[in-house]
């Protein structure tokens, strides 16, 4: 069951059939959430490997800050774009019916329940690579669905592909009440780790209502400072030293670094000087420093799938806003510290 944090009546764009235009949060320039847009733009056309999508939901990511603000900003460079962002539409998280498929797609048909990520989620319409789109987890509503994809998908590569974790083991997650956080407390538990979970005060019965066997509110004390150590340290904070995560590893424990950062005084706060230091600590050690990343495959999502469906996952929402209200809905994620996922519906 989905627990819900807070709501907000949100009416929902509608989308009239054979429209070839469709309603978009769009961006032209770099800056705060009052450089998106809600605008009417040309519908896509899926290609040969894509799936087109009727978006009934999606999600808010710290990677769609980080696209907003154009952070940080050698990625300009590399993949946002130079002096404006060369994807113009937001938002990565999907749940919809597929409106149409290109001409090589197999596996899926128009009219079918899916959800995924691709990049442009926050329109009417999406389209997205076939290997990114698997079906929707039955029982699940679309906004229930949207709050999984990339969320969950990197929670599931950091602790299955990466950490390898194993009954018995001891996993601690800094960040649990986040997006990541909820998802990687749940999983860990579904594969039969023992959870210790840190986070703020006010999240704190939240997170333990997730499974987590242990919960430390971090502005009562330290972890880093304690006598206990895991095999397994998720970090999506970035919020203390390389050495003091080794500290609480055991000599042959996994250290797991996240790029999505923590939001203090209405910012984004990045752990990129650990990204630096665990490249040039990492091959002198036996401890496993490891960064994060987060693939979209339709393999995992239907493993998400299939342990929505079991009940070891649920998301947890904090929030829920309309297309129209995308960026209220980024200042909220912002300003407010958001608890797990907002939802967008559509």
């Not at 495959?297 to 493993?303: D, I, M």
């Not at 469906?309 to 200042?331: N, Q």
Request: with cysteine; aromatic share 6%.
């Amino acid at each position: 069951m989905t627990l819900a944090l807070g709501s907000r009546v949100a009416a929902s764009a509608v989308c009239e059939g054979g429209r070839d235009e469709m309603k978009a949060v769009t961006q032209d320039a770099y800056g705060s959430a009052d450089v998106l847009k809600v605008m009417d733009i040309d519908k896509p056309v899926p290609t040969a490997r894509q799936v087109l999508v009727r978006v009934h939901a999606s999600s808010l990511n710290a990677y769609d800050w980080h696209f907003m603000h154009g952070d940080p900003k050698l990625a300009r460079v590399a993949m946002f774009g130079l002096a404006r962002p060369k994807l113009k539409v937001r938002g990565r998280d999907f749940a919809g019916r597929v409106e149409a498929v290109g001409s090589e797609v197999k596996g899926i048909s128009p009219g079918d329940e899916v959800y995924g990520e691709a990049d442009g989620s926050f329109a009417e319409f999406v389209y997205a690579p076939e290997e990114s789109v698997a079906r929707k987890p039955a029982g699940l509503t679309f906004e229930q669905a949207a709050a999984i994809p990339l969320a969950a998908n990197t929670a599931l590569i950091g602790l299955r592909d990466l950490a390898r974790v194993a009954p018995g083991q001891t996993v601690l997650v800094n960040g649990a009440s986040g997006g990541v956080g909820t998802f990687a407390v749940q999983l860990a538990k579904a594969y039969g780790a023992e959870v210790t979970a840190v986070c703020r005060t006010r999240n704190v019965e939240m997170v333990a209502s997730l499974g987590a066997d242990h919960v430390i509110d971090y502005t009562q004390e330290n972890f880093t400072l304690g006598e206990k150590r895991y095999d397994i340290v998720l970090d999506l904070v970035g919020n203390h030293s390389l050495s003091a995560f080794r500290r609480v590893l055991t000599p042959t424990g996994t250290l797991l670094l996240s790029g999505g950062g923590v939001y203090e005084g209405g910012s984004l706060v990045g752990p990129m000087g650990l990204f630096i230091k665990r490249r040039l600590v990492a091959p002198f050690v036996r401890q496993r420093l490891l960064e994060l990343p987060a693939v979209a495959s339709r393999e995992n999502l239907t493993a998400l799938c299939e342990l929505a469906e079991a009940g070891k996952i649920a998301p947890v929402i904090d929030r829920t806003y309309a297309l129209s209200e995308v960026p209220d809905a980024m200042r909220y994620l912002v300003k407010e510290h958001a608890r797990a996922k907002v939802v967008i519906t559509v």
